[in-house]
T-cell receptor, first 117, second 110 residues
């Protein structure tokens, strides 16, 4: 149980276009979903936290108008990278916490590799 | 200073060796400590979590937390080539936000 999926697993786009990444909790309802980005050989950096039906909370330095997060239901959150540029190329990973879990264990998706040409 | 410090390695060991992975943290409010394993181009998977100081064992893995020195360790016994991955330590004060270390790349040679 506690499986999180992401779609697509990899995407290549042209500079200036927008890309949407989906994160789904497949077999549980997620209280909260998180979006991270990870550069090669670096750790995960939290971008934003989203709760179903609420606006996302962005970490300092993350542009909320560039990285749009929509948490439409307890099983789906989307991250849209608007007007993508090569510097946005990264590995984007989402995670979800299980509703009712005692210490908010996060279950991670497999990640989406974004390459902006 | 980063809240969680971790040597990125890489750490290379022969098969069967005991592996010791370590992190230090600076935030005294941290109460939960986790170790994640991440294979290349995959999301992290939770290996172990501990609450407060002490040891926790699960098969070949032992997690150790020393809150007095703000030191977190993961030991892997009888290491296997399949253990080759990046190991990330993470901490939280109990809220939602996890703070990750940089990750240590482990290579187990057969």
């Amino acid at each position: 149980g506690a499986v999180v999926s992401q779609h697509p697993s990899w995407v290549i786009c042209k500079s200036g276009t927008s890309v949407k990444i989906e994160c789904r909790s497949l077999d549980f309802q997620a209280t909260t979903m998180f979006w991270y980005r990870q550069f090669p050989k670096q750790s995960l950096m939290l971008m934003a936290t989203s709760n179903e039906g609420s606006k996302a909370t962005y970490e300092q330095g993350v542009e909320k108008d560039k990285f749009l997060i929509n948490h439409a239901s307890l099983t789906l959150s989307t991250l849209t990278v608007t007007s993508a540029h090569p510097e946005d190329s990264s590995f984007y990973i989402c995670s979800a916490t299980l509703r009712g879990a005692s210490y908010n264990e996060q279950f991670f998706g497999p990640g989406t590799r974004l390459t902006v040409l | 200073q980063k809240e969680v410090e971790q040597d990125p390695g890489p750490l290379s060991v022969p098969e069967g060796a005991i592996v010791s992975l370590n992190c230090t943290y600076s935030n005294s409010a941290f109460q939960y400590f986790m170790w994640y394993r991440q294979y290349s181009r995959k999301g992290p998977e939770l290996l172990m979590y501990t609450y407060s100081s002490g040891n926790k064992e699960d098969g070949r893995f032992t997690a150790q937390v020393d809150k007095s020195s703000k030191y977190i360790s993961l030991f892997i016994r009888d290491s296997q080539p399949s253990d080759s991955a990046t190991y990330l330590c993470a901490s939280t004060h109990g809220g939602n936000k996890l703070v990750f270390g940089a990750g240590t790349i482990l290579r187990v040679k057969s």
